[in-house]
C-alpha cells in the first residue's frame, strides 16, 4: 500500500556531499520494532477497511474520502514542521503523473476489485508489487542489473500468484475482472516507482514535502472523476464512513510518516520488509472479521509469493 515518492532513501547526511555530520536523534517514543508492527498492522487492515467502505460508498467515493483524509494528515505534519510544498513547474508535472500512477489509480483499482473478491485475495495481489517492479527495472533501470536469485525469485513469485489464483484448476470460482483488476493495481506501483525515479530522484525537497503535495494532486484528481461516474450519497452510515478515514488518515497518512520515521533509523532495506507481512495480516484480517473463505492455496500461495518477492530484493553484494 505504499504511496511515497520511492528515490532509494538515504539517511540524511548522505542526500548531500555538504551535509553536515549527523547529530544525535531524540529518543523516539516507540522502539522502531513496535513502529515496524503498527505499520504492518495499518496496511494489512487496509484491505478489510476497503470492503467496508465499498459496503456503502461507490470505489471512486471511497478513494477520494481515503485521499482527503490522508492528505489532511501530511499537510498537518508539514504545517508542524514548517514545511513548504515544493516549487517549480517541471517538479509539479512529474508529481501529477506519479499522483496518478502511485495514489489515484492503484487507490481506484484496488477499490473496485474488492467489489467482487475477497479483502484477502486483494492483500496478496498487492504483494506481487515487487515481482513486477523487478520485472520492469530490468528493462527501465540501466543500473539494475539481474541476478540468478532474483530471476528465480520473479519465477518463484509468479508461481505463487498462479497458486493462490488455483490455475491448474481452471480458474474455477474466481473473479476474473476483480482479480486483473487486483493485479493492475499492484503493477501500477513499480510503474509510479521507476517513474519517480528517474525524473525526482535528484530533488532537493524533502519526503514530506514531495509526498504531501503527491497526495494533493492525487486528491484533485479524484475530485475531477468522481462527481462524473458518481452521485453524492443520500444517506452517510457510520461505520462504513469511519472505514473510509480511518483507510486514509492511518492507512495512507499515518502511514508514511511512520514510514519515513523507520527509513531514516534503520534504512530502506529492512523498512520495506514490512510488505511482506502486509498479506499474512490482510488474510486473518479477512478471514477472522470479515467471515471470508479460505482455501489451502490461498495462505500456501501467499507463502511461495512473499519468498519470491523477497528473492527479488536481494542484491549483489561488492
Not at 517541471?90 to 483499482?109: G, I, K, Y
Not at 497458486?163 to 493492475?184: M, S
Not at 511482506?276 to 472479521?289: D, K, L, M, Q, R
Amino acid at each position: 500500500m505504499s504511496t511515497v515518492i520511492p528515490s532509494r532513501p538515504q539517511s540524511p547526511a548522505a542526500q548531500s556531499p555538504t551535509a553536515p555530520a549527523p547529530t544525535a536523534r531524540p529518543p523516539r517514543l516507540l522502539d522502531w520494532r513496535l513502529r515496524f508492527g503498527l505499520l504492518s498492522l495499518i496496511w494489512g487492515f487496509s484491505f478489510l477497511l476497503i470492503k467496508v467502505g465499498t459496503g456503502a460508498y461507490a470505489p471512486f467515493q471511497v478513494t477520494l474520502g481515503r485521499l482527503l483524509f490522508g492528505t489532511l494528515v501530511l499537510v498537518a505534519a508539514m504545517a508542524v514542521k514548517r514545511e513548504r510544498l515544493p516549487r517549480g513547474g517541471r517538479t509539479w508535472a512529474h508529481l501529477t503523473v506519479a499522483a496518478f500512477f502511485l495514489n489515484a489509480l492503484p487507490f481506484s483499482l484496488f477499490a473496485f476489485a474488492e467489489l467482487t473478491i475477497p479483502s484477502t485475495l486483494a492483500g496478496i495481489c498487492n504483494a506481487t508489487s515487487p515481482l513486477w517492479g523487478m520485472a520492469f527495472s530490468l528493462v527501465a533501470l540501466s543500473e539494475d542489473r539481474p541476478t540468478r536469485v532474483r530471476v528465480a525469485g520473479l519465477g518463484l513469485g509468479f508461481l505463487g500468484v498462479l497458486t493462490v489464483l488455483g490455475a491448474w484448476q481452471g480458474f474455477h470460482g474466481l473473479d476474473a475482472r476483480g482479480t486483473a483488476l487486483a493485479l493492475l493495481a499492484s503493477l501500477s506501483y513499480p510503474v509510479g516507482w521507476i517513474y519517480v525515479r528517474r525524473t525526482l530522484a535528484g530533488t532537493t525537497d524533502s519526503h514530506l514535502s514531495m509526498t504531501g503535495a503527491q497526495l494533493l494532486l492525487a486528491t484533485a484528481q479524484l475530485a475531477l472523476v468522481t462527481p462524473l461516474f458518481t452521485t453524492l450519497p443520500a444517506h452517510f452510515p457510520v461505520l462504513p464512513f469511519l472505514a473510509v478515514a480511518a483507510l486514509g488518515a492511518l492507512g495512507t497518512g499515518l502511514a508514511m510518516l511512520v514510514q519515513y520515521g523507520l527509513v531514516a533509523e534503520v534504512g530502506p532495506t529492512t523498512a520495506q520488509m514490512v510488505t511482506y507481512f502486509v498479506p499474512v495480516i490482510a488474510t486473518v484480517a479477512g478471514v477472522t472479521i470479515l467471515g471470508e473463505s479460505l482455501h489451502w492455496t490461498t495462505p500456501v500461495g501467499a507463502a511461495i509469493v512473499i519468498a519470491g518477492a523477497a528473492l527479488t530484493q536481494v542484491r549483489r553484494k561488492g
